[in-house]
Each structure stands twice: as C-alpha cells, then as structure tokens.
C-alpha cells in the first residue's frame, strides 16, 4: 500500500538559515508526491508535487523538493528561512488507485527570529 | 478564481446531537473529497465523489457519518449522533479528478463534541 513517513514531529531553525522538512515514501510504481503547508486555522495549500522529470522541483513561497528514487526520499528545502514559514507541513502521495491523497502526519516548523 | 467553501468554520455540540457540514467546491472540479483531521494528525480520507457518485468510501463511519453531493456540485457531511472521538476538522478539497491533480482545500470546519 502507498504510504508517506514524515519522521520528525518538529523542526526547528532559525531565521535565515537554510532549512529541511523530511518526507521518506513507499509506493508500488511511480509515485505521484506533494507537500502542502497548513497555518493556523487555515485549510491545507499546496506548495509544490513531483510527478516525473526532474528531480528537483520548484515550488511556491521559495520552497524546493528534491525527489530521491535509491533513498525514497521526498525532502522539502529553502535556502533561507523566514519567521513566516513557521507552519504544519504536510507530505502526501497519491493512493494505489491514483484517486485520492494519502498524508503524512505532520511536521511542525517553526522558525525563530 | 473562488477557492473551496465550507460553512460553518466552527461548530460546538454535546455528544450525541446531529451536526451537518456544506462545502461549495470550485466551479469546474468534477472530483470532491471530505478528509477528517484530528490534532496531531495528517488528515484521513472520509469519502470521495466523483460528479455526485462515490468513488471512494471505506473510511466512513457510515453507522454514524453519512455524505450527499447534490446536483455534482454542493456537498453536506452529517454526523449523527456524534461522540467525543468525532471533534477533529473537517476539511474539504476538490480537485480535477485523480492524479496527477493536486487539491484546493477549503478553510475547514472545527468541530468539537462535548
């Protein structure tokens, strides 16, 4: 069954540096993967997906993804982090029927001035 | 372009009352799904429709939860009678229709049972 791990449950770092928000995935065939950020009582947005090509896909707000076929990797990246990007971040896959998303837990950034 | 609706964006009932949710999705998006999100949680698929038939509803407590999507378009998720495990948001996305499609959610209602 597809599935996404996101293993940290926060991450913390301060502003300006650069920061990783980790996703790791098991899919059969060819994975479909996004992130979406969540602020508070707001609705899930969609910051970037990797569907085929390159392995680095660029996306909303700064943010950048680098897919990893040998590690299984879905690790979302920006080189300089802002207090505002403190957030709930979510990874996610498409489910084996490719109709509905499937979502990590969660990761909790927060970004410190 | 109009985002996702859902109304109300908070709601408090006693357990066992009735509750019911409306989302309005965006115009054009065939594909429509309630995810449930409990704290702590990534958000977990309720059901999902495709115009106004189900796709997809092997998550739904259906001896207490129950979905309609009228007309294709419009949808209500009612919950009756609630219990305490059922406090979550209640987030509401369309999209398209299947992968490689991302969604747009809604803003969610946060539903507490007391």
């Known amino acids: 069954a597809q599935s996404v791990a996101q293993p940290e449950d926060q991450v913390n770092v301060a502003e300006g540096n650069p920061l990783t928000v980790k996703c790791t995935y098991s899919?059969?065939?060819?994975?479909?993967l996004f992130w979406y950020v969540q602020y508070p009582n707001r609705g899930l947005q969609f910051l970037l997906k990797y569907i085929t090509g390159d392995n680095l896909v660029k996306g909303s707000y700064g943010f950048e993804a680098e897919f990893n076929k040998s590690q299984t990797s879905f690790h979302l990246k920006k080189p300089s982090a802002l207090v505002s990007d403190s957030a709930l971040y979510f990874c996610a896959v498409y489910n084996q029927a490719g109709t509905a998303l499937i979502f990590g837990k969660g990761t909790t950034l927060s970004v410190s001035s | 372009e109009a985002g996702v609706a859902q109304s109300p964006r908070y709601k408090i009932i006693e357990k066992r009352q009735s509750v019911a949710f409306w989302c309005n999705p965006i115009s054009g998006h065939a594909t429509l799904y309630w995810y449930q999100q409990i704290l702590g949680q990534g958000p977990k698929l309720l059901i999902q429709?495709?115009?106004?038939?189900?796709?997809?509803d092997s998550q739904l407590p259906k001896d207490r939860f129950s979905a309609e999507r009228l007309k294709g378009v419009d949808s209500t998720l009612k919950i009756q009678p609630a219990k305490l495990e059922d406090s979550a948001v209640y987030l509401c996305?369309?999209?398209?229709?299947?992968?490689?499609?991302?969604?747009?959610f809604g803003s969610g209602t946060r539903l507490t049972v007391v």
């Open positions: 996305a369309s999209s398209l229709g299947g992968q490689p499609y991302g969604y747009t």
């Open positions: 429709f495709q115009n106004n038939g189900v796709v997809d």
């Open positions: 899919v059969s065939g060819n994975p479909y």
